[in-house]
DNA sequence: TTGAAAGCGCTACCAT
DNA sequence: ATGGTAGCGCTTTCAA
């Protein structure tokens, strides 16, 4: 154990004291262990033999300096806990192994400030794609502060990509995947209203969220296809938990207002909302109808199982790094094109949660 | 836009860039920028100046090739998508995040030859250490397999973690973040026993995970404890998944066996038995009591909301991240202290899953 | 097919 | 307080 430098060194083993041991260049080494380019069978064997018994590997740190390296996707998520965004993140971990890409996962914990910091850092980590998941808030500052994190990343040769969020605005060096969001929202709606609901109890979620925004808006417009007036008065915002389910829900049994089902911003409020209507003595599907939005695994674990709206998370995430990795290997000119807005389906899953309503107002 | 090197580079600033641009040397902008050298107020607002002009940041890869470098942990888990283990890995990067530390998650879909990748993959990225998460298989080549791991890691000036797992046996540099698995089963159990349970349905997970085996020993120690014979065949190994809840609870009930009460593995389990009682006709608490097990969000979202063991999940995840930081800046000495196995405490939480027996048999 | 050597971008040491 | 410069470990020409 003294074929270390002199120093009492307890670092790896680098290439040249494979080289040394082996008796080879580092040249050599290298070119086995990148394995692209013709070595001989016995350079090979020596080489990794070497190898095995140093258990050595490269520095990817170094390898990344020289040139080589592996591409990198950096997925930044405001709460790892999150059932349909660990779903995301799954998908865009899976598309990157599949291609020997590494993936790394940063919370943001729903602050700009480390937000910030992080797009920076993996900037710094010279990722090949930075993926920015979830619903943004609409605010003024929202389109110049993510332009200006697309501008950077591009700058750098690397990439941003805005899953489950509106498109930017211009012509900003940005690729994003997103669903039909307002879609789901009108065909869950529809559901609802064509089974006979009229007085139905919408909690779309925060009013600054762009996705509570557009699942407000489609549930409108399937109100107004319907011929069916809107009642402002009907719609709950509140951030997208449990705990906003159950007490909007609350609330509005305590002030007397009268319906007969509830239209869930997500499954989880669905969960809450529920949970509230079985506490005031309420039964579901019988004298109240509950819908979600999300279809994440809770949505079938709930009694009665939950009809909601299918988003395909898992996709979504392979089709960002799908998206990245072609424009990567496609050798891009940088200028936009089509594929730099992509909109997958979503579909209403009937479950057991709805029912006519007992009686028409 | 052509102060760049003379070929039409697009890649990123260089520190270099950055000195000949503000006048200065390089190693004042290194300094500069690591801030932990004095330098004037003049060269330090000439630099920054031109570092946000450019949109400068430093690479990481040289940083940490030169000895500077952020610290990396790397979080290996089995599935994303799992509650429990989400929240282990909160807590890892939370702790990481408050020291300025970065975090890498990778999963492993449970399939060995991905955990050896990955555990390689991160000792090419240097990373300070890799947590492991979540139960282990306990095959003979499990030992083995980890203790190689563990001395790879060390080797390389990196650490093993196993949070949620036996430590290992014998002397090998790998520290261990657990909670009292048995202890929690035993306290379960005996909540039932106390209320007057005595035919109860075992789900304690699969025969070879760790924790399964734990939680059935709990138990059984609950059992004997209470003088009350503990009856094999009213336990159902399976996976920790809602489908092996409901199947088994369908099953039993399908073959005419008798039982008052569930003991599910975790809560997720609780809440697949919990819908089959109810597909059955059977009422919970008032005809079958059911319990759990890691207190994840969904059981006190499920309705009755669930009796279960409280599993500090998010603190281990801080306090698997403290050790490493701490052997780190110790400057450990390699050798194993008492700190290399540490136990967190779990207890029963009381929610509405549980009432006293119909009938006695 | 193999080896020698020039960097990749940065930090840290040694001068000044 | 600032500048010059020798590596960090690897990949990749360029020669042999």
């Known amino acids: 154990m003294s074929q270390r430098k002199a120093s009492g060194d307890v670092g790896r083993a680098t290439i040249r004291d494979v080289a040394e041991r082996a008796g080879v260049s580092v040249a050599s080494v290298s070119r086995v262990l990148s394995g692209n380019y013709p070595v001989s069978e016995e350079l090979r064997r020596r080489v990794m033999k070497v190898v095995g018994d140093l258990d050595y590997v490269t520095n990817a740190h170094a390898r990344s300096l020289a040139g080589g390296g592996t591409p990198t996707v950096a997925i930044l998520i405001n709460n790892i806990t999150g059932a349909a965004f660990a779903h995301v993140a799954k998908g865009v971990e899976g598309a990157a192994t599949l291609r020997g890409w590494l993936s790394l996962v940063g919370t943001t914990g729903?602050?700009?400030?480390?937000?910030?910091?992080?797009?920076?850092?993996?900037?710094?980590?010279g990722v090949a794609a930075v993926v920015l998941l979830g619903g943004a808030y609409d605010f003024d500052e929202y389109q110049l502060r993510m332009a200006g994190f697309a501008r950077s990343l591009d700058a750098a040769g690397s990439h941003l990509v805005l899953v489950g969020r509106p498109p930017l605005e211009g012509?900003?060096?940005?690729?994003?995947?997103?669903?039909?969001?307002?879609?789901?929202?009108?065909?869950?709606?529809?559901?609802?209203?064509?089974?006979?609901?009229?007085?139905?109890?919408?909690l779309p979620g925060h009013s600054e969220l762009t996705t509570a925004q557009g699942r407000l808006r489609g549930a409108q417009r399937a109100f107004e296809a319907y011929g069916v007036p809107f009642d402002p008065g009907m719609v709950r915002h509140g951030p997208y938990d449990y705990e906003h389910g159950y007490e909007a829900v609350e609330d509005t049994l305590k002030?007397?207002?009268?319906?007969?089902?509830?239209?869930?911003?997500?499954?989880?409020?669905?969960?809450?909302?529920?949970?509230?209507?079985?506490?005031?003595?309420l039964r579901v599907p019988e004298d109240v109808s509950i819908v979600g939005?999300?279809?994440?695994?809770?949505?079938?674990?709930?009694?009665?199982?939950?009809?909601?709206v299918h988003v395909p998370y898992e996709e979504m995430g392979?089709?960002?790094?799908?998206?990245?990795?072609?424009?990567?290997?496609?050798?891009?000119?940088?200028?936009?094109n089509d594929g730099d807005h992509l909109v997958l389906g979503t579909h209403v899953v009937v479950r057991n949660s709805v029912r006519p309503p007992a009686r028409r107002d």
Chains 1, 2 share one sequence.
Do not use: C, K
Not at 174 to 192: C, F, I, K, P, Q
Not at 293 to 308: E, F, K, V
Not at 323 to 336: S, Y
């Open 110 to 125: 729903d602050d700009p400030e480390r937000e910030l910091a992080l797009v920076n850092l993996m900037r710094q980590q």
């Open 171 to 202: 012509d900003v060096p940005a690729t994003t995947v997103d669903y039909d969001n307002e879609g789901g929202a009108y065909a869950m709606a529809s559901h609802l209203l064509s089974a006979g609901h009229r007085r139905v109890l919408v």
């Open 255 to 281: 002030e007397g207002v009268d319906f007969t089902a509830v239209l869930a911003g997500t499954d989880v409020v669905a969960a809450g909302a529920m949970q509230a209507l079985r506490a005031a003595g």
């Open 293 to 308: 939005y999300d279809d994440i695994p809770l949505a079938s674990q709930l009694t009665p199982q939950l009809t909601t």
């Open 318 to 336: 392979r089709v960002a790094l799908r998206a990245v990795a072609d424009r990567r290997e496609g050798g891009g000119t940088g200028r936009r």
